[in-house]
């Protein structure tokens, strides 16, 4: 199993520039996130999504949109990227409650280096 | 979700015992205590999560006291490779949300 993948790994726009970063997970997992992390400082959560067809706003989600339009992917979108959207961007996924865990072990992808100009 | 506070920074030595307090007074009744680590360049790994009383596994122990207020990680006889930023975070067990601190950045020296 590959786990979480993200593409790309690395990636420089311009001032508003469009993009889609791609997550994919192999786990079968009904949850997915996507989280921005600064430098100094912890991940934030920009949106998630508790099952196919479903998304949800998380702490920041100005500026994103994603979708899930499959169960193993999903995709955050940037419509008109600003230099405050550079960040690495992580993507997870965990199995859902519903499943019987009790734990909330979600897996990370290596992450998108983002750099807006 | 509880909100959480840890020290920014520790410093070890190898083969030290450390242990990482974590103080979250608004802790809600449903909420799990979870600890990631995390590398440069690389997602956060779980380590370890509880609920209250003691969990242990391969990597560490988590010790959480009956008012639920705080929460400790042991990482027992550390080494070089443990250097690491370490994040104590509350879960939402409806969501699976989880909410990032700035985390403590453990440096073990030589």
């Known amino acids: 199993n590959a786990g979480v993948t993200q593409t790309p790994k690395f990636r420089v726009l311009k001032t508003g520039q469009s993009m889609t970063l791609l997550c994919a997970q192999d786990m079968n997992h009904e949850y997915m996130y996507w989280y921005r992390q600064d430098p100094g400082m912890g991940l934030r959560l920009i949106h998630y999504?508790?099952?196919?067809?479903?998304?949800a706003k998380g702490e920041v989600p100005d500026g994103y949109n994603v979708s899930r339009l499959k169960k193993q992917n999903f995709l955050l979108g940037l419509e008109s990227a600003a230099p405050s959207q550079t960040s690495v961007y992580f993507c997870?996924?965990?199995?859902?409650?519903?499943?019987?865990?009790?734990?909330?072990?979600?897996?990370f992808g290596p992450g998108t280096r983002l750099t807006v100009l | 979700l509880a909100k959480t506070t840890q020290p920014i920074s520790m410093d070890s030595y190898e083969g030290q015992e450390v242990n990482i307090t974590c103080s979250h007074n608004n802790i809600a009744t449903n909420d799990y205590i979870t600890w990631y680590q995390q590398f440069p360049s690389q997602g956060p790994r779980f380590i370890i999560q509880?609920?209250?009383t003691k969990v242990t596994n391969e990597v560490a122990s988590l010790f959480i006291p009956a008012d639920r207020k705080s929460s400790t990680l042991s990482l027992p006889r550390v080494s070089l490779s443990d250097t690491a930023v370490y994040y104590c975070?509350?879960?939402?067990?409806?969501?699976?949300?989880?909410?990032f601190g700035q985390g403590t950045t453990l440096q073990v020296k030589p």
């Open positions: 975070l509350g879960f939402s067990g409806n969501t699976g949300k989880l909410i």
């Open positions: 509880g609920y209250k």
């Open positions: 999504s508790v099952g196919e067809g479903t998304t």
């Open positions: 997870a996924s965990s199995p859902a409650r519903a499943s019987g865990r009790t734990d909330n072990e979600q897996f």
